[in-house]
Every structure is written in C-alpha cells, then in structure tokens.
C-alpha cells in the first residue's frame, strides 16, 4: 500500500510539472506567434515630412517593440513580452531636420547661434518645443530627448523624443513651436498607411 501511495504521489507530482511545462511553453508559444505575426506585416511605423523653405522636417513614429528587441535579442521573448507591457504608453518618435543640399543646419547663417550653443540647444532644450495631441485632445509634453550627434558626417540632424502616459491604440499629432530655425509652428498628424521599419 506505501509503494502504491509513493507511485500515485510521485505521479501527481509528474503531472503537475508536466502542466507547468506546458503553460510555459503555450506562453512562449503566443508571444513568438504574435511578434512573428508583426514581423511577417513588417515592422511599421508612422512617417509624415514637411518642407519649410530649405529644411526637411520628418517625424517617424517608432514601435516600442523595435527598440526592445533591438536592445533585448529575441532569445528572450517572454522578458521583451513584459518589458512592452510595463512600457506599452510609451511613444517614441524620431525627429529629423535636414537642408535639401545637404548643408550643415547648425552653422550660425541657420540657427542665428555659434555652433557650440546650437548643439547645446539641441541637447539640452530642443524637448521643451515639442508635445502631442491625443485624439482624446489630452497635451502632453516631451518627457526627454536624445540628440543623435553626427559631427558633421551626416547631413542631418536626429534626435529620438520620448511621450509617456499615451494609449497605445490613441493616434497622436506630433506639434513642435520650431524656436532653433524660427520656421513657426509645424503640426505633424500621423496617418495610414504605414511604412516598413527594419530591424
């Protein structure tokens, strides 16, 4: 009677690992099947460009998923699933000013300022003259910026800017009061359809 009473525990303890097993692995399963899903459509993101005299201005809505894949490798897909929830009200929009020939938009016959404090400006305060507008009509501003810095190799200036607190299926209007070239106000409204990002 005791070997038949070890063998059902033993059994039952078998049964319950092999269902943990298996949760895991449907787990696992879903969140490869959802982010092969996304890559098999491309991944996306909204672009939208003005033209303001010379200078191109371009905002491109980047998918918080590139970024952690990007960083995080796809061996570990269940973290970057967790990662995304925690950070999914996050908005990152990458943000580039170019001149048609290609000059250097921070020389001072551009911005007004020597160039040392025009790159300051796009490091340091370049975030204070941006935020969005949800379709709900909530404002919210740029919570933080990264300037990208080319010195001088490429014909463009990039800078990644961050919005928090922003559902993720809410489209946004990009709005940025343009205080380093004086070109105004440029309204950037993000539409459909979308253009493939690569990873």
Known sequence: MKVYRRLVFTFFILLLVSCKKDENNNQDSEIRDRYFNLEKIGWKSRSYTQVVDDIGFTAIEVPVQYFLLKSQGIENLHHIDSLYEENKTERVIEFTFQHDEEEDLLDQEFT?????DAVKYMSFGLDKDFYVVTSKRDTIRCSGANYERSYKVAPLQKVLLFFSGIDPNDKIQL???????????LKFKFKDPFTPLAL
Not at 112 to 116: A, D, I, Q, S, V
Not at 176 to 181: A, G, P, S, T, V
């Open 175 to 185: 709005i940025y009061d343009d205080h380093l070239f004086r070109k105004g106000t």
């Open 112 to 116: 007004g300022l020597n160039y040392t």
